[in-house]
């Protein structure tokens, strides 16, 4: 049987935070590892309008309402996915970097060339 879809039961503003959490966690300018307590998340990018750029795709500003949402950041944090340092930074926990959320193509775009 496949793992089920959304195990912890996240919102959509959660799943959405979440995904870029993971998406910043991979780019150097914005995570560092945290040995085997996960990765810690920082230099939260910043909406230009009605986007951002993270590393090579465009994030919609509507798509990253979470990462300046305190509420969002708690959820996230009472299901072991981040530990919070909110507004700063997050801890990425193992099972934070791990969880499937969906959501990366969907919100991460890329050009073509």
């Known amino acids: 049987m496949p793992p089920k879809r959304n195990p912890l039961g996240l919102n959509p503003l959660q799943l959405k935070t979440l995904a870029l959490l993971q998406a910043l966690a991979r780019l150097p300018d914005h995570a560092r590892p945290a040995g085997d307590d996960g990765v ?8 230009h309008g009605d986007h951002f750029h993270l ?8 798509d990253a309402t979470g990462l300046a949402n305190p509420a969002a ?5 009472r299901k072991g996915l981040i ?28 050009g073509d060339h």
Do not use: C
Request: no cysteine.
């Open 40 to 47: 810690l998340v920082g230099n939260l990018p910043h909406p």
């Open 55 to 62: 590393g090579d795709a465009v994030v919609a500003s509507r």
């Open 73 to 77: 950041w708690a959820a996230l944090a």
């Open 83 to 110: 530990k919070s340092m909110f507004p700063e930074a997050a801890l990425l926990t193992r099972q934070g970097i791990d969880y499937d959320t969906g959501l990366a193509e969907a919100i991460l775009h890329r």
